[in-house]
């Protein structure tokens, strides 16, 4: 069975950087589309940027231009590099893999999720 695990969350100050880690095991990644999601308390969560199995990406509009998704098949991860963080980036990261079918894609695992947090 697939396990994600994200690594890399923490406190940093505005226009800073951080750089997100999904580990998997149990599984390949390269199959899979790979995500990023965040979710803030009474909010669902909502998709940051994905990446498919062929390397397209796409981002939320509140990101672009800021956040950066890739993925390195041979280690089995995917990573989010997230620059001029602003404290509306606050929020829990979890990875996502899916598998695209019929125009859509479905979850096959989400990691625990990790904790960023935007502040003077």
């Known amino acids: 069975q697939l396990q994600l695990a994200e690594a890399g969350g923490g406190l940093v100050q505005p226009g800073g950087s951080l750089r997100l880690s999904c580990a998997a095991s149990?599984?390949?990644?390269?199959?899979?589309?790979m995500g990023w999601y965040r979710q803030v308390p009474g909010k669902q969560r909502e998709l940051v940027a994905r990446?498919?199995?062929?390397?397209?990406?796409n981002y939320a509009d509140s990101v672009k231009g800021r956040f950066t998704i890739s993925r390195d098949n041979a280690k089995n991860t995917v990573y989010l590099q997230m620059n001029s963080l602003e404290p509306e980036d606050t929020a829990v990261y979890y990875c996502n893999a899916a598998q695209y079918s019929r125009g859509d894609y479905y979850t096959r695992a989400w990691g625990q999720g990790t904790q960023v947090t935007v502040s003077s």
């Open positions: 149990g599984g390949i990644i390269s199959i899979y589309a």
């Open positions: 990446i498919t199995s062929g390397g397209s990406t």
